[in-house]
């Protein structure tokens, strides 16, 4: 079946329409099971990250794939599917296992080479592979290829170029953003809002910088102490957080939260009377954790993660010699790959071109041992194991010749040509797919 993915990024829906469109751990076994359960496709994968929400599909109607996941996305945004097709793209076949290999090798991220973006791959896969429908698991012998492959094209990319070498990660890049703010941020004092992957980045990062204080706040506050511990910071619960706001210069937030933490009125409580002094936000999660009227506030200069920008051409200036040996390695990953999935529409031609042979075969046998029935039994075996030998080094060259014509896009006609030299399609099989053809 054709391979699909269909989705947004940072490069086509802004902040507030990609905070819409993330689905959480919780939400995607769901999702996963009713777009397969449903019969909109036979295996799914769904991959949702700060900066892309995208759905991956094997599906043999990639229209009512593709509308099923619209459809989704619409109600999420409460608009017409329609009006989301500026959001959007749509990538099938080559095009799309392209895509995926790119993602996977952080060469389609907001911050070159982030190495966040591998490990976020790995778990929507996870996700998938413990997501089971009616009828079992969501994920098949396509998509598990697909992304197996793309991550080891993703640990290709990191291990033989320098790409991830000095990479600005979406942490980094807001740590470096609070520096063009304050100019230095030692003797400053900060507060994180989260105690996730990023989080610990942003602390590690800022411990690095000189920062005076940290202070870590989270829902759970057992994994808010080991996080501020881990990095000589200190941890505050959830609830006191009205209480630590004044007394810190820097708050990044990466919580995943469904909906805003921080609201004006939470911001209101520890400031009755308004921040008498300079108090940069920065909001990297998404959704936000920030209620973006914060950014009207007296003295509030408050970021989210699209206002990284110039920090990440920054980054990518820096790196972008590597690009093209990064894209030979996806290159090459993606033949790899094509070549398994395209051989995969010969099978069941092999299969008639085989068979016919052994029914062949088994006939002319049967009538040859007839008159031959005089013979041990052991000469009997001995012919047939010569026409079992012959059969097959006939056979040999044809298969071959059949998967490779697969692989380089001539797989069609070279089957048409097959089924009809030998008379194949008299014979109850499969049905067929179409050789994918490449975008």
């Not at 993703?154 to 063009?180: D, F, H, M, N, P």
């Not at 959704?287 to 990284?308: A, K, M, T």
């Not at 001539?410 to 050789?435: A, C, H, N, W």
Request: charge should be negative.
């Amino acid at each position: 079946m054709p391979i699909a993915v269909i989705g947004a990024n940072h490069k086509t829906a802004p902040i507030e329409v990609r905070e819409r469109f993330a689905m959480g751990r919780t939400e995607a076994p769901a999702v996963l099971a009713d777009l397969v359960d449903g019969g909109v496709t036979s295996e799914a994968v769904l991959l949702s990250t700060c900066n892309r929400s995208e759905l991956y599909m094997s599906v043999a109607d990639l229209n009512r794939g593709g509308g099923a996941f619209r459809a989704i996305l619409a109600e999420r945004l409460a608009v017409s599917p329609e009006k989301l097709s500026g959001y959007l793209y749509l990538h099938r076949d080559k095009a799309a296992v392209q895509h995926l290999f790119r993602v996977a090798a952080g060469l389609d991220s907001m911050v070159l080479g982030e190495p966040q973006i591998q490990g976020q791959v790995r778990e929507a896969y996870q996700i998938a592979q413990e997501t089971r429908g009616v009828g079992g698991p969501v994920v098949g012998p396509t998509l598990n290829r697909l992304f197996q492959t793309a991550l080891n094209v993703g640990g290709r990319v990191r291990s033989e170029t320098e790409l991830g070498i000095g990479a600005a990660s979406i942490s980094t890049a807001a740590v470096e953003l609070a520096k063009k703010i304050f100019g230095s941020l030692r003797g400053r004092n900060a507060l994180v809002m989260g105690a996730g992957e990023m989080s610990e980045v942003t602390l590690e990062c800022l411990r690095s910088e000189g920062i005076r204080s940290c202070v870590v706040t989270n829902r759970t506050h057992a994994r808010a102490t080991e996080l501020a511990e881990k990095w000589g910071g200190r941890a505050v619960p959830w609830a006191d957080l009205e209480k630590a706001l004044p007394h810190v210069d820097i708050v990044i937030c990466s919580t995943a939260a469904p909906h805003p933490v921080l609201s004006l009125q939470r911001f209101r409580g520890a400031f009755p009377k308004g921040s008498s002094k300079p108090l940069c936000i920065i909001d990297i999660a998404i959704p936000r954790d920030v209620d973006p009227r914060l950014g009207d506030e007296p003295n509030v200069f408050l970021y989210n993660i699209d206002d990284l920008k110039q920090i990440v051409d920054a980054s990518l200036e820096r790196r972008k010699g590597v690009i093209p040996i990064a894209d030979e390695l996806v290159d090459q990953g993606v033949s790899d790959f094509w070549a398994w999935y395209t051989s995969l529409a010969v099978v069941p031609t092999i299969k008639d071109l085989r068979d016919k042979g052994e029914e062949f075969r088994k006939a002319e046998l049967e009538r040859a041992l007839r008159r031959l029935s005089h013979l041990p039994a052991e000469d009997q075996q001995a012919i047939d194991t010569l026409t079992r030998s012959l059969l097959n080094k006939f056979l040999h060259a044809p298969t071959t010749r059949l998967r490779e014509a697969a692989g380089n896009g001539r797989g069609t006609t070279v089957l048409d040509s097959v089924r009809y030299l030998f008379d194949l399609d008299d014979q109850e099989r499969p049905e067929e797919q179409d050789v994918p053809q490449e975008e």
